[in-house]
């Protein structure tokens, strides 16, 4: 097993994230001890996407997301969402 590198002392946040930007983490951990983790409550990332369907899928859309008083990009979110992680 090689030895791990001993870990410096940081003056401010800045000079710690360009310090682990440039390094190998294996060389100062052993990836064996990494442990899964989860962070619940971080906002996932989102990316605009252009989409083409026809003017009578979104007039219904915009429709059904009008009696539900939301936007209708969340409606069709919800909907693609509620479809994607179904298990099947």
Known sequence: MKKRLKLPRFKNENRE???WSKVDL???FDPKQFKPVSFPNLKPTST???LKIPNYIL???KERAN???IPYQTLMKQYIAKEVLRKG
């Open 48 to 50: 605009s996407i252009s």
């Open 67 to 69: 009696a539900l008083n």
């Open 59 to 61: 007039a219904r859309l």
């Open 17 to 19: 994230r360009a310090f």
């Open 26 to 28: 294996s060389e100062y």
